[in-house]
C-alpha cells in the first residue's frame, strides 16, 4: 500500500504524462504566479497597506501547499537526499525558508526577506515539460548541455576581447572622460560590445571612437555565435518525454527508455 503510494505520488508530482500529473502542474504554476504577484504588490506600499490582511494569509496559505508538496517530493523518491541537494531541491527550499524565517528568526526584516521568494519562478522551468512544452523544454536543455563547452570557450574568448579593448581604450582616452581606471574600461568594452550603450562614458577622441566602432561591429557577430551553436545542437536533439526517475529523479529519457539513463532503475515498474 504505501509502495504503491509512492509510486503514485511520484508519478502525479515528478511527471506530466499523466491526467493527474498535467492537473497537478497546471495547479503549481498558477499558485507559483499567484505567489510572485502576491510579492510584488507587498512590495508596493500602497497595496502593503490596504490589502496586508489579504496578502498574509494568502501567503501562508501558498507556503503551506508548497510545504506539504516538498514533503511529498521527498517521501516519493528512493533517495530523499538525492532530491534535496539536488538544483530543484535546493530551489524548492529556498523558496519555502523566508516566509519561516520573517515570522520566527528575523521579524525586524521580514518584509526583505519575503521577497526572496519571488525565487520560486525558477520552478516554472521543471513545469514547462507540461503539454506542447514538453519536447521543446528537453530539447532546449539537451541542446544547451551538448553545447556548454563551446558556450564557455566562447565566453572566455568574449572576456579577452573585452579586457584588451578596455586595456587599449584607457590608453588612448582621457581620465577626465570617465575612463579613470582599466576596469572601468573593460565595463565600458563589454557594454558596448553588447550593444546595450548605456552611455554614461563614451571616448571623445578619434581614435577611441574608431575602437568602438570595431567593438559595436563585434557585437553583432557575438550575437549570432551562440545562436547558431545551440540552433545545431537543437536540430540534432532528441525526443524526449516528461518520465522522471524514481530512485535519483533524473529527466530527460527517451520515449522508448525502459530504464534510467543513469542509474539503471527501472522507469514504470510493474504493478
Same mark, same amino acid.
Given at each position: 500500500?504505501?509502495?504503491?503510494?509512492?509510486?503514485?505520488?511520484?508519478?502525479?508530482?515528478?511527471?506530466?504524462?499523466?491526467?493527474?500529473?498535467?492537473?497537478?502542474?497546471?495547479?503549481?504554476?498558477?499558485?507559483?504566479?499567484?505567489?510572485?504577484?502576491?510579492?510584488?504588490?507587498?512590495?508596493?506600499?500602497?497595496?502593503?497597506?490596504?490589502?496586508?490582511?489579504?496578502?498574509?494569509?494568502?501567503?501562508?496559505?501558498?507556503?503551506?501547499?508548497?510545504?506539504?508538496?516538498?514533503?511529498?517530493?521527498?517521501?516519493?523518491?528512493?533517495?530523499?537526499?538525492?532530491?534535496?541537494?539536488?538544483?530543484?531541491?535546493?530551489?524548492?527550499?529556498?523558496?519555502?525558508?523566508?516566509?519561516?524565517?520573517?515570522?520566527?528568526?528575523?521579524?525586524?526584516?521580514?518584509?526583505?526577506?519575503?521577497? !526572496?521568494?519571488? #525565487?520560486?519562478?525558477?520552478? &516554472?522551468?521543471?513545469?514547462?515539460?507540461?503539454?506542447?512544452? *514538453? +519536447?521543446? /523544454?528537453?530539447?532546449?536543455?539537451?541542446?544547451?548541455?551538448?553545447?556548454?563547452?563551446?558556450?564557455?570557450?566562447?565566453?572566455?574568448?568574449?572576456?579577452?576581447?573585452?579586457?584588451?579593448?578596455?586595456?587599449?581604450?584607457?590608453?588612448?582616452?582621457?581620465?577626465?572622460?570617465?575612463?579613470?581606471?582599466?576596469?572601468?574600461?573593460?565595463?565600458?568594452?563589454?557594454?558596448?560590445?553588447?550593444?546595450?550603450?548605456?552611455?554614461?562614458?563614451?571616448?571623445?577622441?578619434?581614435?577611441?571612437?574608431?575602437?568602438?566602432? !570595431?567593438?559595436? #561591429?563585434?557585437?553583432?557577430? &557575438?550575437?549570432?555565435?551562440?545562436?547558431?551553436?545551440?540552433? *545545431? +545542437?537543437? /536540430?540534432?536533439?532528441?525526443?524526449?518525454?516528461?518520465?522522471?526517475?524514481?530512485?535519483?529523479?533524473?529527466?530527460?529519457?527517451?520515449?522508448?527508455?525502459?530504464?534510467?539513463?543513469?542509474?539503471?532503475?527501472?522507469?514504470?515498474?510493474?504493478?
Amino acid at each position: 500500500m504505501i509502495k504503491h503510494f509512492k509510486k503514485k505520488t511520484h508519478e502525479i508530482i515528478f511527471e506530466a504524462d499523466t491526467f493527474l500529473g498535467k492537473l497537478f502542474d497546471i495547479v503549481l504554476l498558477i499558485l507559483i504566479l499567484l505567489s510572485v504577484g502576491a510579492v510584488m504588490l507587498d512590495s508596493v506600499e500602497y497595496y502593503r497597506d490596504q490589502y496586508h490582511h489579504i496578502l498574509v494569509p494568502f501567503e501562508w496559505t501558498i507556503t503551506a501547499f508548497f510545504s506539504l508538496e516538498y514533503i511529498l517530493r521527498i517521501v516519493s523518491v528512493k533517495k530523499p537526499l538525492k532530491y534535496i541537494f539536488s538544483f530543484y531541491g535546493i530551489i524548492d527550499l529556498v523558496s519555502l525558508l523566508p516566509t519561516y524565517l520573517g515570522i520566527f528568526m528575523f521579524p525586524d526584516s521580514m518584509a526583505t526577506i519575503k521577497t !526572496i521568494r519571488t #525565487i520560486r519562478l525558477l520552478r &516554472i522551468f521543471r513545469i514547462l515539460k507540461l503539454f506542447r512544452y *514538453v +519536447k521543446e /523544454a528537453n530539447t532546449l536543455k539537451q541542446a544547451l548541455v551538448a553545447s556548454k563547452q563551446r558556450i564557455v570557450v566562447f565566453l572566455l574568448a568574449v572576456l579577452a576581447i573585452a579586457t584588451i579593448m578596455g586595456t587599449i581604450i584607457y590608453i588612448i582616452e582621457d581620465p577626465k572622460d570617465g575612463f579613470t581606471s582599466i576596469p572601468r574600461s573593460i565595463y565600458w568594452a563589454i557594454v558596448t560590445l553588447t550593444t546595450v550603450g548605456y552611455g554614461d562614458i563614451s571616448p571623445q577622441t578619434g581614435l577611441g571612437q574608431f575602437f568602438a566602432s !570595431i567593438i559595436m #561591429i563585434l557585437g553583432y557577430a &557575438i550575437i549570432a555565435v551562440p545562436t547558431g551553436m545551440i540552433s *545545431v +545542437k537543437l /536540430a540534432m536533439a532528441e525526443k524526449m518525454n516528461t518520465q522522471s526517475c524514481p530512485s535519483c529523479s533524473l529527466e530527460g529519457h527517451e520515449n522508448n527508455a525502459k530504464h534510467c539513463k543513469h542509474c539503471g532503475t527501472e522507469l514504470n515498474p510493474e504493478e
